[in-house]
């Protein structure tokens, strides 16, 4: 009984010592493994069901500050962005100027960097003006100069913005020049007397010009080719120092380039003539890679020598077709008719084509027997959707011969595909030809020693539009440019615009000396009295009154300026015969 009750009554049990603290030690692995199961399986509540405690929220993304409003600005352009400036004149450069974020005040321009002898006031754009026009002036004798890169600057408060374009100083229509080498450019090229004949321009603008020239002691003359960078200068890129020459194997017997022309490919071809001992002067053609190299996949290692017959055979023309075949003109000493039109097509590998004439050949007696008959200048023409193919020189008067594509003459060309009649002189000879922008044919020479031009219709008729200024007949325009001594035309061709440019020679006074000659035509045939001195630009170039000869004429388009000029080739005679080369303002 005592035991029960102490046992059961409270005041009798002794005090009681306080549970143990519960043990910090980490669960098991196994424990935790558990809970983690039974929270997947939704049981992480109590016997009652109760919900586990919600998730923790994580802290809120900072707010990034506001984007800083953008700062007042504004650019330039120039829409226009090449400006030509007349020598003594000025040009008017309009640049235009876009505002943004609330910019709204005026802003100050000025030209920086500009050529010599060029200059332009500031001028401002008002508040809210789109634009304004920046005046260059180029002083009388600013020197011409290449397109010179000028800077735009815009300024307004601390604001400053700038564009960029170019500015050119030109000369007047028909003045050398002089940002070409600085004008003027003399150039020897052999030993003794060079002869030029031939110039043509590359699709980057650079200047090929061909003839005959003495390069050694132990040569006789040989072909010579020449380039300079599009600007003047020798090219050192090509050939040896810009110069090139080519014999063909024939000993210090002559050779002799007459023309030349540059294909779609970019190589380059030279004819002329080659003196091959036992059958005289034949036809020779060289083609050169764009270095200068000759192309040793051109007929025999660059060059091809054709005879028409046992004698004397020149080439004196050369010109490319579309499809790569080429044709080259001149002339054939035959036993029975004297000198005849001569013409031979090549295949691009240098091969004589067989589908043209005989056997790539064409001979066409015109005269009588023992007259000289040459072709100096070669065009294609387009009749009825066909190509033809036109051939004009002569001694003794312009005579023409058109061609269908397989070398026969063309019927349909005044009399049997042959002119041979239109100034009725004994002296004469047509030297270069053009077809014009309305088809027509339009041709440059000689008559009695006098610059002669003539334009024929697509039939061989005189066009009877052309020439009727100065007492001229229809169809013909004679230019005297001196009325008591010679004068010769030796090249020609056509502007955009359809205006002619003339190139050759005339003699000073009552002497023998020469100077270059370069004349410009209406479209109708009258002088352009806008171009050098009414029509006529004479440069001499030899002192002393030493003679100076323009032979050969082509434009050289250039996208920087933007312009056309013509390029001018020739001879100048110091202490003997030397390449001229100069370029024309148009």
Excluded at 118 to 137: D, E, N, R
Excluded at 229 to 257: I, M, P
Aim: hydrophobic residues 40%.
């Amino acid at each position: 009984m005592t035991e029960f009750y102490a046992s059961h009554h409270p005041a009798a049990l002794p005090a009681l010592k306080p549970p143990p603290a519960p043990s910090r030690r980490p669960w098991p692995a196994a424990a935790l493994a558990l809970g983690a199961l039974l929270t997947a399986c939704g049981g992480g509540g109590g016997s009652d069901g109760a919900a586990p405690p919600p998730a923790p929220v994580p802290p809120s993304a900072p707010v990034p500050p506001p984007a800083p409003t953008p700062s007042p600005s504004f650019t330039l352009s120039v829409p226009a962005n090449k400006a030509i400036v007349w020598q003594g004149d000025e040009a008017t450069v309009t640049v235009n100027v876009e505002r943004a974020n609330g910019f709204a005040e005026a802003v100050q321009l000025a030209a920086q960097e500009l050529p010599g002898g060029v200059s332009a006031g500031a001028v401002s754009v008002p508040a809210g003006a789109a634009s304004a026009a920046l005046k260059l002036q180029a002083a009388p004798t600013a020197p011409h100069s290449l397109p010179t890169t000028v800077t735009v600057k815009g300024t307004a408060g601390t604001l400053s913005a700038t564009q960029t374009m170019t500015a050119t100083v030109r000369g007047k229509p028909g003045d050398v020049d002089t940002s070409f080498g600085g004008g003027i450019n003399v150039i020897p090229v052999g030993l003794t007397d060079d002869s030029v004949r031939g110039v043509a321009v590359q699709s980057d603008g650079k200047v090929l010009v061909t003839g005959f020239a003495v390069p050694t002691a132990a040569s006789g003359t040989e072909f010579f080719l020449l380039r300079t960078l599009r600007d003047g200068g020798l090219d050192a890129s090509f050939g040896t120092g810009g110069k090139v020459y080519t014999g063909f194997n024939n000993g210090a017997a002559s050779d002799e380039a007459q023309a030349v022309a540059v294909q779609a490919d970019g190589k380059i071809l030279v004819a002329g003539a080659s003196d091959q001992g036992a059958t005289g002067y034949d036809f020779a053609l060289a083609r050169y890679n764009a270095d200068g190299s000759l192309d040793a996949s051109f007929g025999t290692g660059g060059r091809v020598v054709t005879a028409f017959g046992p004698q004397s055979d020149k080439a004196y023309a050369v010109l490319v077709q579309p499809d790569g075949k080429i044709l080259v003109g001149g002339e054939s000493v035959q036993a029975t008719t004297g000198g005849d039109f001569a013409l031979a097509r090549y295949n691009a590998d240098g091969s004589l084509d067989a589908s043209f004439g005989q056997g790539g050949k064409v001979l066409t007696p015109i005269g009588e027997f023992g007259a000289r008959e040459a072709i100096y200048g070669l065009a294609l023409q387009t009749v009825g959707g066909s190509t033809r193919i036109v051939a004009v020189g002569g001694e003794g008067d312009f005579r023409v011969v058109r061609y269908t594509a397989t070398g026969q003459p063309d019927a349909s060309f005044d009399t049997g595909g042959v002119v041979k009649t239109v100034f009725g002189g004994v002296i004469g000879a047509a030297r270069s030809v053009v077809i014009t922008t309305d088809n027509k044919i339009a041709i440059a020479g000689h008559a009695d020693h006098d610059m002669a031009v003539v334009r024929l219709l697509p039939d061989g008729a005189l066009d009877a539009s052309f020439g009727l200024t100065d007492f001229d007949l229809p169809g013909k325009r004679i230019v005297a440019l001196s009325s008591t001594n010679w004068d010769e035309a030796t090249a020609l061709v056509q502007q955009e615009d359809g205006k002619l440019l003339i190139s050759g020679w005339v003699y000073s006074g009552n002497s023998s000396s020469g100077d270059t000659a370069l004349v410009r035509l209406l479209a109708n045939g009258a002088l352009d009295h806008s171009f050098g001195e009414h029509g006529v630009k004479r440069t001499a170039v030899a002192a002393n009154g030493k003679n100076d000869q323009g032979r050969a004429l082509v434009l050289q388009p250039d996208s920087r300026v933007p312009t056309v000029r013509v390029i001018q080739a020739g001879e100048a005679n110091g202490s003997d015969h030397d390449l001229v080369l100069m370029r024309h303002w148009l």
